[in-house]
């Protein structure tokens, strides 16, 4: 049972323009959301983050939303840059359960073409 | 500043052979250890966790095995390895469960 889920396996977006990946959630119990960035051969660098008594955290060119009710967060990329292109994970947690662990979705890989 | 290391970096193993895979964290005491597997073309899936020395939890039964002699040690082992459990393994530390995990570097095991 997947309770996080990223739809979209790929994305292709020119430099400069926006980027957006979507993630959907099952777990109304969830109240924290994690992004990260995977390159090939590598571990999975955290990226961005929000709680869920939040709808909209920015850092820099990242900007995650969340929409509660629609149980959607969304990773916003703007301008995109060829460093970007990397798989991107979406996690979802509950850190009121006792089992303390991340749900991943499989990953959306994200191309960005100069 | 907290650092987490996993060697080795590549292992190319027969099937049936055993495994050890290590992975410690630096700078940080007590913390939350996971070991996650990502197979060619896939999310990551979750192996084992552990919330202190001891204590191991599995998230998926097969032939591999996790164990946590000191604080800031997770070792993730196998007595006989499957061409199945070839993959990309990584660890992964946080401060509190359900926060947010930081991975190592990962190791790429083949089995043929």
């Known amino acids: 049972d997947q309770q996080v889920k990223q739809n979209s396996p790929s994305l292709s977006v020119q430099e400069g323009r926006i980027s957006i990946l979507n993630c959907d959630y099952t777990?109304?119990?969830?109240?924290?959301f994690l992004w990260y960035k995977k390159y090939p051969a590598e571990g999975p660098t955290f990226l961005i983050s929000?709680?869920?008594?939040?709808d909209k955290n920015e850092d820099g060119r990242f900007t995650v939303f969340l929409n509660k009710s629609a149980k959607h967060l969304s990773l916003h990329i703007v301008p995109s840059q060829p460093g970007d292109s990397a798989v991107y994970f979406c996690?979802?947690?509950?850190?009121?359960?006792?089992?303390?662990?991340?749900?991943f979705g499989r990953g959306t890989q994200l191309t960005v073409w100069p | 500043s907290q650092t987490i290391h996993q060697w080795p970096a590549t292992l190319v193993q027969p099937v049936g052979s055993p495994l050890s895979l290590e992975c410690t964290v630096e700078?940080?005491?007590?913390?939350?250890l996971y070991w996650y597997r990502q197979a060619a073309g896939r999310g990551l899936q979750l192996l084992f966790y552990?919330?202190?020395?001891?204590?191991i939890s599995s998230e998926v039964p097969q032939n591999l095995s996790a164990s946590r002699p000191q604080d800031r040690q997770f070792i993730l082992s196998s007595k006989k390895l499957l061409l199945s459990d070839s993959g990309f393994y990584l660890c992964?530390?946080?401060?509190?469960?359900?926060?947010?995990?930081?991975f190592g570097p990962g190791t790429r095991l083949t089995v043929l």
């Open positions: 992964a530390w946080s401060v509190l469960a359900g926060d947010t995990q930081y």
């Open positions: 777990n109304s119990m969830f109240d924290y």
């Open positions: 929000i709680s869920s008594i939040k």
């Open positions: 996690a979802g947690a509950d850190r009121g359960s006792t089992l303390g662990r991340l749900y």
């Open positions: 700078g940080t005491s007590n913390p939350n």
């Open positions: 552990s919330v202190g020395i001891g204590q």
